[in-house]
Structures are given as structure tokens and as C-alpha cells.
């Protein structure tokens, strides 16, 4: 089970095991995020191996830089597993207005192989 509550300069993180999603969403600014994304990385390496579907739903209206690190490394993990076979693929959700949040989902994008969905919003 993994469910991390948002703070003011943290995201929501929720993994349903039901369907398998795990769901990033609010804005990314903590103190230091690797310390922050250190239970998701180690939630990856003991617990997401066990299952065979899974799909990442990204809603983050702002990362700051070293935010934007760690989802590159959340995103690799992903992209290597689905080079292994394993039935994985991202959706990015931003609102239509923010370009900022399409420029970065792009650059992701096209560093990856991985099916990445990116999705407008209505605010």
C-alpha cells in the first residue's frame, strides 16, 4: 500500500491496487526531494514487481527542479520495464493552459518508448 498525503509543496501519491494506478497529483517542491520520493523509489523496488499491469497518472500542476529529477528516474524505471514486456504506460494530465507542464510532459516523451499519453485539462 502506498498513500502519501499532499502537504503545501508535496503531491498526493496513491498507488490502487485494484487497478493497478498510481496517481502523482498537486505540485512538487519539498525541502529536498529525494528524500520525499525515497519511500516511492523503494516502493518500486519491493513492490512493483508484483504486478503485471500498471499505469502511472501524472497531475502535477508545478515540479521544481530536483522534483523533475526524480520523475525522470520514476519514468526510466518504467520505460525499462516496459521494455521487458511488462504492460506499463503513463498518463499525463495538464491543464490546457499550463504550458509549461505540456513542454515538460513532451520532453519526457520523447526520451521514452514507453506509451505516454499526454491529456489537456479543463481548469
Known amino acids: 500500500m502506498l498513500n502519501i498525503p499532499s502537504t503545501n509543496s508535496s503531491p498526493r501519491i496513491?498507488?490502487?491496487?485494484?487497478?493497478?494506478?498510481?496517481?502523482?497529483?498537486?505540485?512538487?517542491?519539498?525541502?529536498?526531494?529525494?528524500?520525499?520520493?525515497e519511500p516511492i523509489f523503494k516502493w518500486f523496488q519491493t513492490e512493483y514487481?508484483?504486478?503485471?499491469?500498471?499505469?502511472?497518472?501524472?497531475?502535477?500542476?508545478?515540479?521544481n527542479s530536483s522534483s523533475t529529477k526524480c520523475m525522470l528516474d520514476i519514468l526510466e524505471i518504467l520505460n525499462?520495464?516496459?521494455?521487458?514486456?511488462?504492460?506499463?504506460?503513463?498518463?499525463?494530465?495538464?491543464?490546457?493552459d499550463n504550458n509549461r507542464s505540456l513542454d515538460l510532459a513532451e520532453e519526457?516523451?520523447?526520451?521514452?518508448v514507453i506509451p505516454f499519453e499526454i491529456i489537456p485539462i479543463s481548469n
Open 14 to 37: 496513491i498507488f490502487q491496487e485494484e487497478t493497478g494506478i498510481m496517481i502523482i497529483e498537486g505540485e512538487s517542491y519539498p525541502e529536498n526531494s529525494f528524500d520525499f520520493f
Open 80 to 96: 525499462d520495464s516496459f521494455l521487458k514486456e511488462k504492460d506499463t504506460r503513463i498518463k499525463w494530465f495538464y491543464e490546457a
Open 108 to 112: 519526457f516523451k520523447e526520451d521514452l
Open 49 to 63: 514487481p508484483k504486478y503485471t499491469t500498471f499505469e502511472l497518472q501524472v497531475k502535477l500542476k508545478y515540479m
